[in-house]
């Protein structure tokens, strides 16, 4: 960028500061996200439709964990990511992108890093139990958004926030 | 809009702005490194800002704040003061080069009613109110500054926005906030961020601060009105959390009045997953709304509620009424209606959004910038606000004839593109933002829609097994 369009940026209101999130299907892992220092989410149970995993792997020490929402560990943790970690690592890039899940995570990766998955290889991974209640509380407010009451009103504050096809 | 139009919209820059958008800068800078320790510079801006508002009403209180935060006394009163001179700076801004425009096209535009400061009932929230845990926030944001911005500071926005979200009077709070805290965790750490988008998180920071202080007084002068609705366009906001469709059309009023230009919104909390067309899939509360953008109808509306210039959308009230060309409505009806008046605290330059026909050519640039051009004078295109859940693409644009859209002013004027008329291929083709409110009329995207499966329908599964538990 140009130190001309660098200051031209500093003095604009609307910009895409963040690409927004791309469509993917949700049915596997309904919530993914990049926060509190973490890639978390929730991931579907593939036996039972009652039960969920809460997976996370944490930004700075690449500590990962999944457990059911009731801290139950997954019995599929033998030493490295279970299935359901690889399958949110792999959502996660779905909806954010490669790069942007890698930047959150500080790996660095190549050209040839496509998947989630293959972010998670490129971590040196060691398992620590966390508790699931954060992860899965902020699941819960996130799926409460659906069923707030629209604001009778305006907002103003949207005119800062255009919609915008770039990322579709 | 003509070329002569465009010429004096370039060359009537209001007197006095270019010093505002400085004062404003360095007070966007200032909050980047923080009001922890004020350096020289920062010292100087806040003097600046305290200059800029001397001998008003502002004047005394903002001095003394730039003062004490400069001496490195950094109370949320002293921050909500300042937040305050800056937003009446660009407030000012905004009256400023609404007025150019309204000169440039001959548009006439209704005072706003003259009320008694006295008589507004609106008083400074209480301490410890709903939103004390927002300002606080807030405040601590202003002392650590953008580039002082970590995970930590984010996490603790959590409960004062889920605090605003569940008062119905802070929601405007809440949607800010929500908007600012998903830019700034992908951008942490904004230490390492080669460029911070200043003055956009500097208004974003003014606003939020500004609505902890009290609810905004209701628009005075409100009355319901009754006639017929034609639609001009719709512009279409969302972040992660939020959507909103505002409506811009003219009025006629039943009772023979002058026709009006009126916005009506309507919106819906969602979550990021939901984006592109689906996210006309969460307004379905109001079908007919909808059904007019889609199949570009009028609607007759009776005895609905009118603030201002916003007309309160209520479904149960309106009548879907015979075919009307958007772009005829422009043609005939623009020139002779009234607008109406910003409220005094959404005043900011962000705010305009003026309905605007250009007939005219497009020309692409080499680095792909569209601009059209009437009579040799060009307008820039903002092909970023082209919506992802509407059929309008930059190549649609490029190929456009005419263009309905929005006059804006961000560091400059632009048109944002709100339908089309295009040839394609020597075919000639119509495209508007709304096109896609009753379901996605594109087979491509329509197919690509399906295949990503309806977000809704799954997490409202999901919400229903796990959330009343």
């Known amino acids: 960028m140009a130190d001309a369009d660098r200051a031209a940026w500093r003095r604009r209101s609307v910009l895409r500061v963040v690409a927004p999130a791309r469509a993917r299907k949700l049915a596997k892992v309904p919530f993914v996200e990049l926060a509190d220092g973490r890639l978390q989410g929730v991931v579907s149970s593939g036996t039972d439709i009652e039960r969920v995993y809460v997976s996370s792997v944490t930004a700075t020490t690449h500590a990962y964990h999944c457990s059911t929402n009731n801290n139950r560990p997954c019995g599929g943790l033998r030493g490295a990511p279970c299935k359901h970690l690889h399958a949110l690592a792999d959502e996660a890039v779905v909806q954010y992108g490669v790069d942007r899940v890698a930047r959150y995570l500080r790996v660095e990766v190549d050209d040839t890093v496509a998947t989630g998955r293959q972010v998670l290889s490129r971590m040196d991974t060691r398992h620590e139990p966390t508790p699931a209640a954060v992860v899965f509380s902020r699941f819960l407010r996130h799926l409460a958004y659906l069923e707030l009451p629209a604001s009778p009103a305006p907002l103003p504050e949207l005119q800062w926030f255009p919609s915008t096809v770039a990322g579709r | ?469």
């Open chain 2, 1 to 469: 809009m003509r070329g002569t139009q465009v010429a004096a919209l370039r060359d009537g820059v209001p007197a006095g702005l270019p010093d505002i958008l400085d004062v404003v800068a360095g007070f966007d800078e200032a909050l980047v490194r923080g009001f922890a320790r004020v350096g020289e510079q920062d010292a100087a801006a806040l003097a600046a800002l305290a200059g800029a508002l001397a001998g008003t009403p502002l004047g005394d209180p903002v001095a003394e704040a730039a003062g004490k935060v400069t001496a490195g006394s950094v109370t949320a009163d002293h921050l909500a003061v300042l937040a305050g001179a800056r937003s009446a700076l660009l407030g000012a801004a905004h009256d400023a080069l609404l007025g150019q425009l309204d000169a440039a096209l001959g548009r006439d535009r209704s005072p706003w009613p003259v009320t008694d400061p006295a008589a507004t009932p609106a008083g400074p929230e209480p301490a410890g109110g709903p939103a004390a845990g927002a300002r606080a926030w807030l405040h601590e944001v202003a002392v650590s500054g953008w580039r002082g911005v970590d995970h930590e500071l984010l996490t603790a926005a959590g409960t004062p926005i889920e605090t605003a979200l569940a008062v119905p009077g802070l929601r405007r709070l809440a949607v800010l906030l929500d908007g600012l805290t998903a830019e700034l965790r992908a951008s942490v750490p904004v230490g390492t961020m080669p460029q911070v988008p200043a003055r956009r998180w500097a208004d974003l920071w003014a606003r939020g601060m500004l609505l902890t202080q009290a609810a905004p007084p209701a628009a005075p002068g409100t009355g319901t009105v009754s006639g017929r609705l034609l639609p001009l366009g719709v512009d279409l906001h969302e972040h992660d959390t939020a959507v909103q469709a505002q409506v811009h059309a003219i009025l006629e009023p039943a009772d023979g009045g002058p026709p009006r230009l009126v916005r009506t919104t309507v919106g819906a909390a969602k979550v990021d997953t939901i984006v592109g067309p689906a996210v006309w899939g969460l307004l379905r509360a109001c079908p007919v709304l909808l059904a007019a953008l889609a199949q570009r109808r009028a609607v007759t509306v009776t005895d609905v509620a009118l603030h201002g210039g916003d007309l309160r959308w209520d479904d149960g009230r309106a009548r879907l009424g015979e075919p009307a060309d958007p772009f005829a409505t422009a043609r005939v009806l623009l020139g002779p209606a009234t607008a109406a008046p910003t409220a005094p605290l959404d005043r900011h330059p962000v705010a305009i959004a003026e309905p605007v026909l250009l007939e005219g050519r497009v020309v692409r640039d080499d680095d792909g910038t569209l601009t059209v051009d009437l009579d040799g004078h060009p307008v820039a295109v903002d092909t970023d606000r082209l919506p992802a859940g509407g059929p309008l693409t930059p190549d649609l644009v490029a190929a456009a004839t005419a263009l309905l859209g929005l006059l804006r002013w961000d560091d400059g004027w632009s048109v944002q593109p709100l339908a089309v008329l295009a040839t394609v291929k020597k075919q000639p083709v119509e495209a508007h933002n709304g096109d896609w409110a009753d379901g996605v009329t594109d087979a491509r995207v329509a197919k690509a829609e399906a295949r990503a499966g309806d977000a809704v329908a799954v997490l409202r599964e999901r919400a229903g097994r796990l959330l009343r538990r």
